[in-house]
């Protein structure tokens, strides 16, 4: 499968068929499901029978605990799940909560426009920059406070315990193929990524065990989500579980950035739109629904390049039938939506990137539509995918209205490497470094 399973398994779906592979790992099932049909199957038909989570066995705590501690890796969903994600929904990711959250995104955005403007004329990492702008976001929500620096390098502090947690979930391990050798730890992953995850935690412990102390277990006042979490008597490792769960989040822009540099007259047609809409210096997510070709750029990006390749792996809760092909109780289900997005059925042009396509067409990401997949479809969906989007747009705006962009030592856009490294989210192989210049 080498080292990009997502381009792989696209490989074997267009060479073998029917949109089902399936792979025996060792004593573990592998089913991927890589075409809109299988999507539909998985996330709508059957999405009580596979909505169960496969939990890699680099994670250090078992099921039993995840499933009242985390809403992204409960192993089911059980009562403490749903009341979990009943929670989030209300508090974090309500319609009312994310309009709520606003100033806070522009804020933060406009912090990141000034860190670059101060930076014009040198070269600047967008990919870190943009990271800490969104993990600034989440921090002020959970803890109202900043925790990373757009001046701190990729692999120190927070920022490289994410880095190396992320690459410890997707390293191969023999566990995972033989679960016989899970409480050996063979490779050592499980320590590791213990080490690296108390590491995180204690960057905000003082601030929970403050805000208990003042506070105790009876909040009034909610001035942000751990106030929630007090309120609703969660433990520390409930509140590290849950704050963990979305760092996903902040792990990928680069693709709607490297899209737009590499086609030029996109770019032009997004600057003209925010040209003629927007009359400030700086752009407010109040002006976003007048932005119909930011929001297919984003789309069209989504669809070449979504966060997640495979989604998060679901599990077969029981042994079922799903488009006449036997599932086994346990298997691991993957869908490719990485696979979907590229599909030549389904997309004229599949490989080129073409925003009009987006463009009076009734499609959306919010799962409903099973040939564009970013976020995933059913009880598994991103929970965060309300915020996610409102923070990509209103970056991505921001960019390209507050400056010109251009490549170290006059390289041409187009000749940009579009590789990706696969993980739990995909990242680029290479990181973007580019040159901002301010507009008049």
Same mark, same amino acid.
């Given at each position: 499968?080498?080292k990009?399973?997502?381009? #792989?398994?696209t490989?074997?779906?267009?060479v ?7 792979k025996?790992?060792?004593t ?6 890589? #075409? ?8 709508k !038909?059957h ?21 009242g ?7 089911g969903?059980t ?11 209300t ?8 309009? #709520?959250?606003a ?5 933060k ?13 040198k ?14 976001t989440?921090?002020?929500l ?25 690459q410890?979930? !997707?390293?191969p ?5 033989y ?11 499980k ?13 905000w412990?003082?601030l929970i065990?403050e805000r208990?102390?003042?506070?105790g277990?009876?909040v009034?006042?909610k ?12 433990t520390?490792?409930?509140?590290n ?9 902040p792990?990928?822009?680069?693709g ?9 007259e996109?770019m ?11 009359? !400030?210096?700086s ?40 488009m ?10 993957l ?8 599909d030549?059925t ?6 080129s990137?073409?925003p ?23 009880r ?8 996610? !989007? ?5 970056i991505?705006?921001?960019l390209?209205?507050c ?5 170290p030592?006059?390289e041409?856009?187009t000749?940009?490497?579009?590789n990706?490294?696969?993980?739990i989210?995909?990242?680029k ?12």
């Amino acid at each position: 499968m080498g080292k990009k399973p997502h381009l #792989s398994m696209t490989h074997f779906a267009q060479v073998h068929g029917p949109p089902h592979i399936a792979k025996a790992f060792g004593t573990q099932l592998l089913v991927i499901g890589s #075409s809109s049909t299988a999507a539909t199957e998985i996330l709508k !038909t059957h999405d009580r029978l596979l909505s169960a989570r496969y939990v890699p066995q680099v994670t250090p705590y078992n099921d039993s605990l995840l499933d009242g501690m985390s809403l992204v890796w409960a192993s089911g969903c059980t009562d403490k799940w749903k009341f979990l994600r009943a929670l989030c929904r209300t508090e974090l990711f309500s319609a009312k909560a994310i309009e #709520s959250q606003a100033i806070l995104r522009e804020k933060k955005v406009g912090e990141m426009v000034d860190f670059l403007g101060s930076k014009e004329g040198k070269i600047v990492n967008i990919g870190e920059i943009v990271f800490t702008t969104i993990f600034n976001t989440l921090a002020n929500l959970f803890f109202s406070k900043d925790f990373l620096d757009f001046n701190q390098g990729e692999a120190s502090g927070l920022k490289g315990m994410i880095q190396r947690i992320m690459q410890l979930a !997707t390293t191969p391990n023999i566990a995972d193929f033989y679960p016989i050798f899970a409480g050996l730890d063979l490779q050592g992953l499980k320590k590791k990524a213990f080490k690296f995850l108390n590491e995180m935690y204690g960057v905000w412990e003082v601030l929970i065990k403050e805000r208990r102390e003042n506070h105790g277990y009876d909040v009034v006042k909610k001035l942000d989500f751990l106030d929630v979490f007090l309120a609703n008597g969660f433990t520390d490792d409930q509140i590290n579980t849950l704050v963990n769960g979305q760092t996903l989040l902040p792990q990928q822009l680069n693709g709607h950035w490297l899209s737009l540099l590499k086609n030029k007259e996109a770019m032009n047609k997004l600057q003209d739109e925010l040209n003629k809409e927007i009359n !400030t210096s700086s752009v407010k997510e109040s002006h976003i629904s007048q932005l119909p070709y930011l929001q297919a750029c984003v789309k069209e990006t989504l669809r070449l390049h979504p966060p997640a390749p495979f989604l998060l792996p679901h599990r077969a809760l029981e042994t079922c039938e799903v488009m006449n092909y036997t599932i086994p109780k346990n298997s691991q289900v993957l869908v490719n939506v990485w696979a979907i997005g590229r599909d030549p059925t389904i997309w004229e042009d599949h490989l080129s990137f073409k925003p009009e396509r987006f463009l009076g067409l009734n499609l959306d990401f919010k799962g409903h539509d099973y040939e564009f997949l970013p976020f995933g479809s059913g009880r598994r969906i991103c929970p965060g995918l309300p915020m996610a !989007t409102k923070q990509v747009q209103l970056i991505l705006a921001s960019l390209v209205h507050c400056f010109d962009w251009s490549l170290p030592n006059g390289e041409n856009p187009t000749t940009l490497d579009m590789n990706e490294k696969f993980g739990i989210t995909l990242q680029k192989e290479q990181p973007l470094l580019v040159i901002a210049k301010q507009k008049l």
